[in-house]
């Protein structure tokens, strides 16, 4: 049995409308992989003072073991949300597939789960710039000494 040409008109059509959060869920897999180096910065930051490879004062390590816990925290939180986000980005292109192959009314659901990634991905990308303006209030570049 040959496939009829309106068959592979659906199948172009569903790709077409799959093409748009597919370029969508390349942006949001730069996005996480600037998080995730950030994340390993962070962590290897905390281990170098947690095993005293950086020399300071006792009340400051305190602190920015502190500060940077806070920051480890707040990237994983940002790291999460934009997942999920991408996550269900993969959902629509599945569910917009489904619609097309399968002549099923899904539009709501599909909408439904495009709004929940973008409010995802707003979360996510709230969670990052809180952990960026954290790192931007407590670092400071110090002039060293020269004699």
Do not use: Y
């Not at 068959?7 to 996005?31: E, K, W, Y």
């Not at 180096?37 to 006792?58: C, F, H, K, Q």
């Not at 949300?81 to 399968?102: D, G, P, Y």
């Amino acid at each position: 049995m040959t496939p009829s040409p309106d068959s592979f008109n659906d199948i172009a059509r569903a790709i077409q409308l799959a093409l748009a959060p597919a370029f969508l869920l390349t942006g949001i897999a730069g996005m996480l992989n600037g998080m995730a180096t950030r994340l390993a910065r962070i962590v290897d930051r905390g281990r170098a003072l947690a095993e005293g490879r950086v020399p300071s004062a006792r009340d400051a390590l305190v602190l920015e073991i502190e500060i940077l816990d806070r920051r480890r925290h707040l990237t994983s939180l940002a790291i999460t949300a934009t997942t999920i986000a991408a996550l269900l980005v993969c959902v629509v292109i599945a569910a917009l597939f489904v619609e097309v192959m399968l002549a099923a009314h899904l539009k709501w659901l599909i909408g439904a789960l495009f709004t929940g990634a973008m409010v995802a991905l707003v979360v996510g990308l709230t969670f990052f710039l809180r952990e960026v303006h954290l790192a931007m209030k407590t670092s400071r570049i110090r002039i060293p000494d020269v004699k």
